[in-house]
């Protein structure tokens, strides 16, 4: 099976702090994905990265940055982080054969104050 | 650009009931998947459906099927005999065809189902 882990569930963080959000996929997939789900809006792209060191800007890339050093894990930072930041975060994988099947991971339910 | 709407924020259905969720996306691509994704209160997105636009057959997992209307742009869900865990928010999403894995799922908003007892 397919395993898709984030460093955390819930995390709280004060405003301007630098906070990063880690995803590690263990099935060798080139391609994947920040989301952010927020109530009545869905999940929404970040960013997504296709291969080491590679990464497009998503839907809604302002705030953030990513990190792909490793083919399986994927980073999300949040340069100085404010309280619209405040969301449920999401991260997927995909092989570059997967015909449109995103595992996810569990989810990371952040708290900016 | 893609669109995905999915009309229904809440829905409700008795336990073993049948239950439908709507879906309608605009593209204007010919090569694309729909896919239905489930989000129990566990917050793990698992797939439960896939349709290629390609083919004219149904979808069927189980107790879930799809009703794929292609050119009204329409992908439906069907769950027959509902459970208990059927409670989750569903997300109906598109994906063009053409790029492999590296084209990028938009999801509709979702739609909370629960399921009564």
């Known amino acids: 099976d397919v395993k898709v882990t984030q460093s955390s569930r819930y995390l709280v963080k004060r405003t301007g702090e630098k906070v990063f959000l880690e995803c590690v996929q263990d099935m060798d997939h080139e391609n994947m994905f920040w989301y952010r789900q927020d109530p009545g809006l869905g999940l929404r792209l970040i960013y997504f990265?296709?291969?080491?060191?590679?990464?497009e800007k998503g839907d809604i890339p302002e705030g953030y940055s990513v990190s792909r050093e490793k083919k399986e894990r994927f980073s999300l930072i949040l340069e100085s982080a404010s309280t619209n930041q405040t969301s449920m975060y999401l991260c997927?994988?995909?092989?570059?054969?997967?015909?449109?099947?995103?595992?996810f991971g569990p989810g990371t339910r952040l708290l900016v104050l | 650009a893609q669109t995905v709407t999915q009309s229904q924020p809440e829905m409700s259905v008795q336990e073993a009931e049948t239950v439908t969720l709507s879906c309608t996306y605009d593209t204007s691509e010919n090569n694309y998947y729909l896919f239905w994704y489930k989000q129990p209160p566990s917050r793990q997105m698992i797939l439960v459906i896939r349709q290629e636009a390609y083919k004219q057959q149904n979808a069927t997992e189980n107790r879930f099927s799809v009703n794929f209307q292609k050119a009204a742009k329409s992908f439906s869900l069907k769950i027959s005999d509902s459970q208990l865990g059927d409670t989750a928010m569903y997300f109906c999403?598109?994906?063009?065809?053409?790029?492999?894995?590296?084209?990028?799922?938009?999801f509709g908003k979702g739609t909370k189902l629960t399921v009564n007892p």
């Open positions: 997927a994988s995909i092989p570059q054969s997967g015909q449109g099947t995103q595992y």
């Open positions: 990265s296709y291969d080491v060191k590679m990464k």
């Open positions: 999403a598109f994906m063009r065809g053409v790029g492999g894995g590296s084209e990028k799922l938009v």
